[in-house]
Each structure stands twice: as C-alpha cells, then as structure tokens.
C-alpha cells in the first residue's frame, strides 16, 4: 500500500502563529514516531505512540510541542506560538511494532517549518 | 544517554571507487544497528540492519557488520556508482524503557563524481 505521508509538506509561519502537522502512516501500522531535524543534523527523536497512547515524550523540546494520535492512525503534531529555533524537517515514521526487536522504522517525506 | 558519532562529510569520490563511512556508538545495553539513505528530494530510507553482535546487514552492494568489540557499524561499498550519492545516517534503536525512537549521527553527505 501507500507509504507515509505527511501534510502540509512546506510551512511558512511567523513567530508566535499556531501550526498543526499532519502524519499519515502506513495502514496497519502500531507506532508512530515523531523526529526533528535541523539542517545539515540528523532526526531527533520527540515522541512516540502505539496506537493511541503515547507512550514517551521525552523528546519535546518544550510545551509548547504538542502531539495526538486519538483513534491509532493519523497523527498530528502542533506547536503552539512558534519560535524560529524550531525552524526545521518534521518526519513522522511508522512501525508494524510488535515483538521484533528491530522493527523497521518507515519514514515520510517530512514537513518543512520555517518560521519568520 | 546513547550516541552516533560519523565521519564529517562531505566525502567526494570517483565512480567504481571503494567506499568507507566510518560509524561508531556509544549505548546502554546491546542496540540494533541501522543505516538510512536520503537521496536528494526524498524521505529517509532503511539501507539495512544488523541486530546483534558480528551480524552483517547487507543491501544494493553496501554492506556492514554489527562489532561489539569496537563499538562499530562501518558502512562499505565496493565499487560506487553516481545514483549512491545522497546523504547516510548510521543509527542505533536501544529497546528501554518503551521508547524504542531511533539515535541517528549527523549523516555523511557522499558525492560520487563520473
């Protein structure tokens, strides 16, 4: 089937706006994963979800990072009065889970956030 | 907490040259072992896995292998080709805690000239 997809794909906000990032994973999917990257660095890892629960998000940078998955699928990912340090690539992956222990991780192409 | 540490980039080399991106960790435990593919304009990609010690991952010719004794995942490809240029990431994915989120390195952009 499809793969990840991710909405908006380019977002232009200007400090202080509200914006809401949309994760679609791969059908059937029980984790989903949220990662930061800034340029030229690579992702970081800001939360984590099987099925609706999330079950860690020690990678918020702040509260003003917010994440939901409310019936296991889609997720969104909102920041709420935007910064321009948080100008960066939002990549959203999803996991069959499970118990294999190394559960490939499928990545969609990512919303690029810059913030003015 | 755990880490990647790659080699800086970028790494320019000639078609049909041998290929070497060194990746070393640092984990709690025993992790598994990735690395990703960006090519230019598209989403991080699993080139391949290892997932316990001396276990070798293997995918379009790039290979690497799993050394605990050295704390190392160095990727290798023995002869490149222009299309493998793009950006790699070595990760590592340490199962505690429940969190089970990927630690990537910086990425090592490789350009591989005709």
């Known amino acids: 089937g499809a793969g990840v997809s991710q909405s908006p794909r380019y977002k232009v906000a200007k400090r202080g706006q509200d914006v809401a990032l949309r994760c679609d994973p791969i059908?059937?999917?029980?984790?989903l994963f949220w990662y930061q990257q800034a340029l030229g660095q690579g992702p970081e890892f800001l939360t984590y979800?099987?099925?609706?629960?999330?079950?860690?998000k020690s990678g918020l940078p702040s509260d003003r990072f917010f994440a939901e998955r409310p019936e296991g699928s889609v997720s969104t990912l909102k920041i709420q009065r935007t910064q321009q340090e948080d100008s960066a690539v939002y990549l959203c992956?999803?996991?069959?889970?499970?118990?294999?222990?190394?559960?490939?991780?499928?990545f969609g192409p990512g919303t690029r956030l810059l913030v003015l | 907490g755990d880490s990647v540490t790659q080699m800086e980039g970028p790494v320019t080399l000639s078609e049909e040259a041998f290929l070497t991106i060194n990746c070393t960790y640092t984990?709690?435990?025993?992790?598994?072992l990735f690395w990703y593919v960006q090519y230019p304009g598209e989403g991080l990609q699993l080139l391949l896995k290892?997932?316990?010690?001396?276990d070798k991952g293997s995918n379009k010719g790039f290979e690497a292998t799993y050394r605990k004794e050295t704390t190392s995942f160095h990727l290798e490809k023995g002869s490149v080709q222009v299309s493998d240029s793009a950006v790699y990431f070595c990760?590592?994915?340490?199962?505690?805690?429940?969190?089970?989120?990927?630690?990537f390195g910086k990425g090592t952009h490789l350009i591989i000239q005709p």
């Open positions: 990760a590592l994915l340490y199962s505690g805690g429940g969190a089970d989120g990927l630690t």
């Open positions: 992956a999803s996991s069959l889970g499970g118990r294999e222990r190394a559960k490939t991780q499928y």
């Open positions: 290892a997932t316990k010690a001396d």
């Open positions: 984990a709690t435990g025993y992790p598994s």
């Open positions: 059908s059937g999917h029980v984790s």
């Open positions: 979800f099987q099925n609706e629960a999330q079950l860690d």
